[in-house]
């Protein structure tokens, strides 16, 4: 385990509820849905355009370029781009990353799943 200090509550709740953020060489959304985090891989699995539009009562984001959403909870995407309608959703999912608040700041640990 590698926990990794990434933003502080306060500075979450100021950006609305989600973030994007490098962590080493990743870039890792995180987003907070009541009393829930989230943290996945922030690059879209259709272009590479960083996520995105969250929506926290539905847990989804959506990606700004091409409208694709993705479940923060899973990383599944749950519908594809809009120009690439006929994508296979089901191998574009994206990788999500254990994350936990601690001391006032969330932390993220690349190696283990968030699932
Ligand atoms: S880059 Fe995200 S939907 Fe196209």
Redesign the pocket.
């Known amino acids: 385990m590698a926990w990794k200090r990434v933003v502080s509550m306060k500075a979450l709740e100021v950006a609305g509820g989600s973030f994007a953020a490098r962590v080493d060489n990743e870039v890792v959304f995180i987003a907070k849905s009541g009393n829930n985090l989230y943290a996945m891989d922030a690059v879209?699995?259709?272009?590479?355009?960083i996520?995105?539009k969250y929506d926290a009562e539905k847990n989804q984001v959506q990606?700004?370029?091409?409208?694709?959403v993705f479940d923060v909870k899973t990383g599944r995407m749950l519908e594809?781009?809009?120009?690439?309608p006929n994508a296979m959703m089901d191998k574009m999912g994206k990788k999500t990353f254990a994350v936990r608040e601690n001391e006032g700041f969330i932390e993220v640990d690349l190696e283990q799943s968030g699932n």
């Open positions: 879209c699995s259709h272009a590479k355009c996520l995105g990606c700004f370029c091409h409208k694709a594809p781009p809009f120009v690439a």
